[in-house]
């Protein structure tokens, strides 16, 4: 059984979800992907991990890294938890991207090369965005592509983190915008 509950953030309303082994789901009201694995049965009730959420949510949009951690229930593929946990270690304020998410996976895999592209699906379908961070994802040229909280969302994630933001850039056009 998931648990939701709402989340009134200062870049818009947010939609929390959780199990009993940890939180499942983070998403902005109408992002790309929203609540796509949301249990059809589910409860509105404010639950340990999900006001520890909360508490999380409220720290850092103080501007500030939250000391504390959110128990996580990743509910992905296989593929998609281990690139989940990837971005989970992106430090704040820091940001990676696709090709070097791919090469660490590759590496962990013992594989010689994984698509950057596929990396990307992983990205785009986090269920537990801002926690975990895939707003620091970028392109290798620095574009500020792809996050389907929307691109002025992650420049303002990124900006609230102090990120060095000086060598990004917004795409003017593509499909991941």
Request: proline share 4%.
């Amino acid at each position: 059984m998931q648990y939701i509950s709402h989340y009134k953030s200062p870049m818009g309303n947010i939609l929390l979800a959780a199990d009993d082994v940890g939180l499942t789901g983070l998403w902005f009201e109408g992002q790309k992907f929203f609540a796509l694995y949301l249990d059809h049965e589910h409860e509105e009730r404010v639950t340990p991990f999900l006001k520890k959420a909360a508490q999380w949510l409220d720290v850092y949009f103080l501007g500030k890294e939250p000391d504390f951690n959110v128990p996580l229930h990743f509910t992905g593929t296989e593929f998609q938890n281990e690139v989940w946990e990837i971005l989970y270690s992106i430090p704040y304020g820091k940001t990676m991207t696709y090709g070097e998410i791919s090469k660490q996976l590759a590496q962990k895999r013992g594989v010689e090369h994984m698509s950057a592209q596929a990396v990307g699906g992983a990205v785009g379908h986090n269920e537990i965005s801002i926690i975990v961070p895939c707003h620091r994802v970028v392109g290798t040229n620095g574009s500020l592509t792809g996050y389907s909280g929307g691109i002025d969302k992650k420049v303002k994630l990124l900006t609230l983190e102090k990120a060095d933001m000086s060598t990004f850039f917004i795409p003017r056009k593509g499909t991941a915008l």
